[in-house]
């Protein structure tokens, strides 16, 4: 067998082959310059939608938009997911990483897409936002920016199925690989479905744009894309997950209730998560009613199941373990003692609070397929998506980076007091201003119109006055959400370009796999046997169980109400 370069990591005990570590850090150092950038161009996105200082001209508005949608939505999240994927692959399961120099490339592609995509829109030709929706064109470097981002993606997630086969052959680990690889897992598969989705539509758009080819339909690109846009996000949810599991994990050695019904839940992504697409085109005339209803409920609801096993099992695991360490006093010791000035564990909980109660129940309601004609192209889409990808996707992701920063980039962390903050000036802020944006949403502020006076239009439409309310707060909320994404980005660059030193950054060794020693608790395993109260082993998390289904039947009627109020009978 061939030997390779390791490190261990003498606080964590986890062991990075050195190649894999290195992709690692550029991902991971990218996908921070991609937020800071999002972060930048959501300054002037809130500061216009916020109707007291309406801040920017259409035409700089949609054009922020646009860079602000694709860094946030696609660049971001998927640069630091290919991290997660090496991590997931190469550390988790103690191997080499699998053609480690196509990785590189895979990383260039990335890079590559990513600048030209954002330069186009910045020269203005290409405001198209997100969607890119035809017949409205872009430049055609716009187009194949995206197609080189989705061809160095999709490479990346061949080397990590790769290096699931090397981990394999070569016996890093016995039985099944660890939950959360299996997560990381799941998050690959649905990527695959993803960018195929994406070259499907992008590619013959491209041509179109460069006039080679004469017509592309609008509905039919409305289909296919959004297989691509909304399912992007469905890795972003197994991905989130995963970390989820990981961190629980790595702050209080958890294991999960039932590793089986955890795998199952997975699974359950798989095969129903991206169906979530339909949602945005429940008002288009082109698609049946019967495609329309069956993937707005019966198939839609295992992918809901699959979410509501995750928010139980995970609490449910700290709950145990914290329990089984002595925190057994009342139902809810154990969170109170919980580690709240660790930002690794509070933006985990902030992350999986924020987005099951606000990401998944509004998901819900906006996927039913009544329901979404009164909110469907309403600032209430936005409301539910960034409860979903930034109070969910971006706060795990950053309570991860915590983590890694003085494991994988071996420093300490600079301006601990900040970090300990960071989490709670974040989540929070993030989740006001997604309450308030389904709020306006709900009395109908529009999606995406820059001035909803409508100041000097011809029709103009006057919403009541606790719509500008809800906006203004979502205003201050979101700036208060912006300046924690700030401080987690001051924090993480400091840290890892001139935090102080951990250990030897020589501390590589050449050691044969086969001799590698026991997995850390990071890779969870078995199940947890310990009773609560009860006879359950987490009565706890089931209390909170219960409350979310209230509020989830609460919320879900009073919008059948608000749609009942549409068209009143006499």
């Not at 992007?232 to 961190?247: E, G």
Request: aromatic content about 14%.
């Amino acid at each position: 067998m061939t030997t390779q370069l390791f490190r261990t990591c003498p606080e964590s005990g986890l062991q990075f082959h050195r190649p894999a570590e290195w992709l690692m850090r550029a991902n991971a150092v990218v996908a921070v310059v991609i937020l800071l950038i999002g972060g930048l161009t959501a300054v002037g996105v809130t500061l216009t939608r916020w109707p007291a200082i309406h801040l920017l001209p259409a035409d700089q508005y949609y054009q922020l938009l646009t860079l602000h949608g694709i860094n946030m939505l696609i660049f971001w999240i998927i640069f630091f997911e290919m991290a997660v994927l090496y991590f997931c692959s190469s550390t988790l399961l103690r191997c080499r990483l699998a053609t480690p120099r196509l990785g590189w490339v895979a990383f260039g592609l990335m890079v590559a897409g990513a600048v030209m995509n954002n330069l186009v829109v910045l020269r203005g030709d290409s405001s198209v936002m997100m969607t890119s929706y035809v017949p409205m064109p872009a430049n055609p470097l716009f187009y194949l920016g995206l197609i080189l981002f989705a061809v160095g993606a999709l490479i990346g997630c061949f080397i990590f199925l790769g290096t699931l086969v090397v981990a394999k052959e070569e016996k890093t680990y016995e039985g099944s690989i660890p939950l959360v690889t299996f997560g990381a897992l799941t998050a690959c598969i649905i990527a695959v479905f993803t960018i195929a989705s994406g070259a499907i539509i992008l590619i013959p758009t491209f041509l179109w744009s460069v006039g080679w080819i004469a017509h592309i339909d609008a509905a039919m690109y409305r289909l296919v894309w959004w297989a691509f846009g909304h399912s992007s996000q469905q890795i972003n949810v197994a991905a989130h997950v995963a970390v989820w599991y990981a961190i629980a994990a790595i702050v209080f050695g958890a294991k999960p209730l039932s590793e089986k019904v955890s795998r199952t839940a997975f699974f359950l992504y798989i095969a129903f998560l991206q169906i979530a697409s339909a949602h945005h085109l429940l008002v288009d005339p082109g698609l049946s009613s019967e495609w329309k209803i069956f993937n707005t409920s019966y198939a839609m609801y295992l992918a809901v199941l699959a979410s509501m096993v995750h928010g139980l099992t995970v609490p449910g695991s700290i709950e145990v373990a914290q329990r089984a360490k002595g925190l057994t006093k009342g139902l809810y010791q154990w969170l109170r003692k919980a580690p709240w000035g660790n930002p690794t564990f509070s933006g985990m909980f902030i992350s999986l609070i924020g987005f099951g109660f606000i990401g998944g129940i509004s998901g819900v309601v906006m996927g039913t397929e009544q329901i979404n004609l009164i909110i469907h192209n309403t600032i209430y889409v936005p409301g539910h998506f960034h409860a979903t990808v930034v109070l969910g996707t971006t706060l795990a992701f950053m309570s991860l980076t915590y983590y890694l920063i003085p494991v994988l980039f071996r420093r300490q962390l600079a301006f601990p007091a900040l970090a300990k903050w960071q989490p709670y000036l974040f989540g929070f802020g993030m989740g006001v201003f997604t309450l308030m944006l389904l709020a306006a949403g709900t009395l109908g502020v529009e999606r995406r119109h820059w001035d909803m006076a409508f100041t000097d239009s011809a029709l103009g439409f006057d919403y009541p006055a606790s719509a500008y309310t809800l906006m203004g707060i979502a205003g201050i909320s979101g700036m208060a959400a912006i300046v924690g994404g700030a401080v987690f980005i001051l924090v993480t660059v400091v840290s890892v370009f001139f935090g102080k030193r951990v250990g030897s950054e020589s501390s590589y060794g050449t050691v044969t796999s086969r001799l590698m020693r026991a997995q850390p608790d990071i890779v969870p395993s078995g199940g947890h046997a310990a009773a609560g109260r009860w006879g359950f082993a987490a009565p706890g998390t089931f209390l909170f169980a219960l409350f979310f289904l209230a509020i989830f039947v609460i919320y879900y009627a009073v919008n059948w109400k608000y749609l009942a109020s549409v068209w009143p009978l006499s």
